[in-house]
């Protein structure tokens, strides 16, 4: 065969084997047997290996799974991945349905999906041809899974139009992949995944993309990142949108007039849910219009216009074998129950939090008793009532210590709380838990500083408080079980890494009382820096919008500590950045930048900046970044392969700029 014989039968495989798969894996309606389809897909394989320049990234031969990865690399979604409210009755839906009406009106209408129990995953398309594919990870900064996902054939390599986009949906495993995986590992003694969403997860972030090849997974998409670019008006018509572009999206979803209609659609599938060939926990209700999503607005985490109603929890009963009693990083004893090992929505539940000493005896919880066990939400554990028509006699009743179970400080209830509290501020278990939260993902963000190893550090007294992380050596980290030396070497680019942290992060990562997030970064936004807020009055505090009383006085008491001192001095002599890097939020009247007061939106790929650094840029000198043109946009700024956004603008005269034109008056403040 010559070449160009070869290039015009790869092309006809090409459109075949597309089309094949489609039909198989989106539609579920095959039009030829596997045979047919594994013989054109050979005969491709074929052609490739003899003609390697005919090979190309949206073959149908790149789902097979390519080479082993190294690491997942990071990536920044174009655009937040937040989670979703729940919901767990009738009530919390006509509670959602009210506040949307009391913002935009009686006329609203909602579109109802199943909750698809996966993984959340985000796909970047470029002139159509699939390039990126990321995990959720914190909303704003997810791993890299790309090779991962070509593994998926319901994926397309290509779209039907030559388009750049985002698009986000579900992976999931169907429960007949589950079955089969399961039973191959039992064959070779190895231990089962506890459910499908676990095993679809840890599919995904396998480092061998073979390996994910190997376990059949399956998604369905569910939003456009940026619907306004698709010139759609309605959340319906973004998915009917993504049906023609050859996405697959889940046919089992419904427009609903009102609330009524919302809470018919989801009685159906509580009773039909069994049915169905994939896991879900819930329905999803949006609010249809795009219009009235974008004045809904969001939370810090999670979208007004739209709620998870969760599935009544599944009750199984089993024994309480022993209760357990834990040290947060804040003092609080919590009592765990330990359970005889039982099936509870897919997973073996070994646990359950019992909170408090009163909820015990609210209960009347025994040590033996038979106990109803059920998932909140689904997820965490939790023990509903006690049979008691089942004692024997030789169940045995508790009672919470006096004194701490880990230093033996006498234990106190403070005032207006229901938990016993450890007081003792050298309590190591309230060191370790605090070292915990110190290096997680939201605080100081220390990659392979996990639970495990930072007991390790802990039991093997290599780490007493967090300044002593950033004194780590290689030496010492070599010396702890399963740590290698590019594990080490990793782990100690992390931590470096993490001294040029902004302000809010730290200010998070030192546990501080009744401070979160969002707070810390508002008090980091406020004061700029660590030694300016180590002087702030409670009356300096409690000025700053959204900073009560209550957290305004844990602030102050936290920096009067000596102890707190010294770890600050400490950890600025370890070289820990002390200052807010951040932009600065400022009233539109306070700011002399051009962008004060305006509108402005985002087109296109940015090559200087990510879209979300552009927006806080704009939006510290006073500008409002919004996510459609409307005759109230002010500017668009169109970077590369600028779509409908940028044809709008036009249409209306809005002014438009290119990335180069944004930077220079984004300099000039």
Known sequence: MDFQTAKTRAAELHKLLNQYGYEYYVLDQPSVPDAEYDRLLHELIDIEAEFTELKTADSPTQRVGGDILEMFNKVEHSSQMLSLGNAFNEQDLRDFDRRVRQAVGDDVSYVCE????????????????FSLGATRGDGTVGEDITSNLRTIRSIPLRIQEPL??????EAYMPKRSFEALNQAKAEKGEEPFANPRNAAAGSLRQLDPKIAASRNLDVFLYAVADPGETGVTSHSEALDYLDTLGFKTNPERRKAADIEEVIQFIDGWVEKRPSLPYEIDGIVIKVDSLEQQRKLGTTAKSPRWAIAYKFPAEEVVTTLKSIELNVGRTGVITPTAILEPVQVAGTTVQRASLHNEDLIREKDI????????????DIIPEVVNVLAEQRTGEEVEFNMPTHCPECESELVRIEGEVALRCINPKCPAQIREGLIHFVSRTAMNIDGLGEKVISQLFAEKLIEDVADLYKLTKEQLLGLERMGEKSVNNLLTAIEASKENSLEKLLFGLGIRHVGAKAAKTLAQEFDAMDKLMLATKEDLVAINEIGEKMADAVVTFFESEEVRELIAELKAEGLNMDYKGPKPVAPEESNSFFAGKTVVLTGKLEQLSRNEAKEQIEALGGKVAGSVSKKTDLVIAGEDAGSKLAKAESLGIEVWDEARMLEELTQN
């Open 114 to 129: 199943l909750k698809i129990d996966g993984l959340a995953v985000s796909l970047r398309y470029e002139n159509g041809l």
């Open 164 to 169: 750049t986009m985002e698009v986000r949906g």
């Open 366 to 377: 025994k040590i033996g008793d038979q106990v109803v066990i059920k998932k909140a939400g």
